[in-house]
């Protein structure tokens, strides 16, 4: 079997394959790096008795405006204290508080509900302990910055990938079930808190492979992420509006009020949208995010990783206003995966950011990622494993056959660094948290523009390879929001500001 992506999915999904069963883990830089690693909130689950996973899920469909499926969001609430139980018996260490554990609450979460460690530094310590789980297991390898090109089909089923590394060059993996656990997409924008991991590899090879992919235009920009000059975007997490943190505009103004009655606790969509006007009506390129009211103890201890950050650029949380700014940040939109995982493509599963599983619907709700990656990883590993137990071990390599055409360029003289800077501006000014029509055509001509020569080139390695990717979903991204007139969630039209509800329907584009 092969595993693409080792972050929460990829890893929860490598932990239940049966040891009668070799599974390759492909991951494009050390296991240890990637979004889930970098995740701060937590994980949302109804551990509280006072809670119930009914309010879960109501909260999850409330922010998914219209285009959750109702079903998967019961499935993935319900399961959300088993899969935490289970972190913990593994090794995790969530924070507590008198011996119980801790929970804080997060925009668009009606009770506290989600579950931390090392203060703000959750994904960190989530992934210490999966990553200890996954190097015990007997039965894997784990293939570390090495790249995956594209899927391998034949007759319109996967059978493995064609990956590449530094000491080995170009090489085949046949498995008899692939589970793509790649990951999100942030670095197709300028603004964004991802790492430089999420260049939408994953959502790139699985449309190239015949994969169902939709909602692309629904593109999560988080509220708050720090804006210093020089400091890359660190996101200040939505738990700091969780322990009681007051936006303010640069006259001091606390404007939330004025966008939602329920001021900084509004779900993300609203609190973007309202900065991002702000910002407009104020003339300055940032808001504040205001601790000075919330007792300073608490503040240290519960955010002790974005005081740090925030300490080497000389600011005090406790009493300094944090500027802070929008940014890419949850890519809604990928590939179709049914209950269990399987994308449309046969032999091929997929689990995390790069699927749209139906839980998120139109704005994904805070610590529910986690969660769902948790979830589809266990049952794609599961899926994916049974039914590679059943098939023949003399699986047999296939003659190769590509379209890609003979004597295509090699990359010479591309500024492959001065094309990635420019879409990402271009995704950010026309495609960001505020689009209309003009926008969108003059992003597409743009990026068909440089599509024309970048995709017809041939790359020696993943710099060339990423950067062909983001101009495919980029291509996408644009495709769905031009054809979703209208307001909804993550995605906001000028020229369309109202949600019209004969078009709360996904939008799904194919490979022709
Ligand atoms: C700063 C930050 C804070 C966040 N905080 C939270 C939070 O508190 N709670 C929450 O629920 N969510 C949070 N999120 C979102 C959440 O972290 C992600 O959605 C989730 O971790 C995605 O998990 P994943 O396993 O799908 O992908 P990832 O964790 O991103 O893993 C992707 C894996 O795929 C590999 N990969 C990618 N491309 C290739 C390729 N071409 N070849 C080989 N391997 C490849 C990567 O190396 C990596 O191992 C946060 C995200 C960020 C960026």
Redo the contacts with the bound molecule.
């Keep these: 079997m092969l595993i693409?992506?080792?972050?929460?999915?990829?890893l929860r999904a490598a932990l239940e394959i049966p040891p009668e069963l070799n599974v390759v883990v492909?991951?494009?830089?050390d296991l240890a790096?990637?979004?889930?690693a970098?995740?701060?909130?937590?994980?949302a689950g109804a551990m509280d008795p006072v809670d119930d996973t009914s309010n879960h899920a109501a909260d999850t469909m409330a922010a998914g405006k219209g285009l959750c499926d109702e079903k998967i969001v019961e499935m993935v609430v319900r399961e959300a204290p088993e899969r935490i139980q289970e972190l913990i018996e593994w090794g995790a260490n969530f924070d507590t508080e008198n011996g119980e554990l801790a929970l804080t609450q997060e925009g668009g979460h009606s009770h506290r509900r989600v579950v931390h460690a090392l203060g703000d530094a959750?994904?960190k310590e989530v992934m210490r302990a999966l990553i200890a789980r996954a190097r015990g297991l007997p039965n894997a390898e784990f293939w570390e910055r090495?790249?995956?090109i594209d899927l391998l089909t034949h007759d319109g089923r996967c059978c493995g990938a064609i990956v590449w590394n530094r000491g080995h060059g170009k090489t085949i993996i046949w498995a008899k079930q692939t589970i793509l656990?790649?990951?999100?997409a942030?670095q197709i924008f300028r603004e964004t808190?991802?790492?430089s991991?999420?260049t939408a590899?994953?959502h790139a090879v699985a449309f190239r492979a015949g994969a169902v992919v939709r909602d692309m235009e629904f593109m999560q920009f988080h509220p708050t992420v720090l804006y210093i000059a020089g400091s890359s975007r660190h996101?200040i997490?939505e738990a700091v509006r969780g322990e009681g943190a007051y936006l303010r505009d640069c006259t001091g103004y606390r404007f939330m009020g004025d966008y939602s009655p329920q001021f900084e606790l509004a779900p993300r969509d609203e609190v973007s949208h309202a900065i991002a006007v702000q910002m407009d009506r104020t003339r300055h390129p940032c808001v504040y995010l205001d601790l000075s009211h919330v007792d300073s103890k608490l503040v240290r201890e519960r955010f002790p990783h974005i005081g740090k950050v925030c300490a080497d650029f000389g600011l005090d949380i406790t009493h300094d206003l944090i500027p802070v700014r929008p940014g890419a940040?949850?890519m809604i939109g990928g590939a179709v995966v049914d209950p269990e995982g399987r994308t449309t493509v046969p032999g091929l599963w997929a689990a995390?950011?790069?699927t749209s599983s139906g839980l998120h619907g139109a704005n994904r709700l805070?610590?529910?990622?986690?969660?769902e990656?948790l979830v589809f990883g266990r049952s794609s590993g599961k899926g994916a494993a049974q039914l590679a137990a059943g098939q023949p071990d003399s699986f047999a390599a296939l003659p190769l056959e590509s379209d890609w055409p003979r004597g295509a360029r090699d990359d010479d003289e591309l500024n492959l660094l001065d094309l990635r800077n420019s879409l990402g501006a271009e995704m950010w000014r026309d495609v960001g948290i505020r689009r209309e029509r003009a926008g969108l055509e003059s992003a597409e001509r743009q990026v068909e523009f440089w599509t024309r020569y970048v995709a017809a080139r041939e790359f020696a390695d993943p710099s060339g390879w990423e950067l062909q990717n983001m101009l495919l979903v980029s291509r996408l991204m644009i495709a769905g929001a031009l054809t979703r007139q209208e307001s909804r969630g993550t995605h906001f039209r000028r020229d369309f500001p109202q949600s019209d509800p004969t078009q709360a329907e996904h939008i799904e584009i194919a490979a022709v």
């Design positions: 693409v992506g080792s972050g929460i999915a990829g492909v991951s494009k830089d790096q990637s979004n889930s970098y995740a701060q909130g937590g994980i959750t994904g090495t790249f995956i656990a790649t990951g999100g942030g808190t991802n790492p991991i999420a590899d994953g996101l997490s940040h949850y995390g950011e790069v805070a610590s529910n990622s986690l969660l990656g």
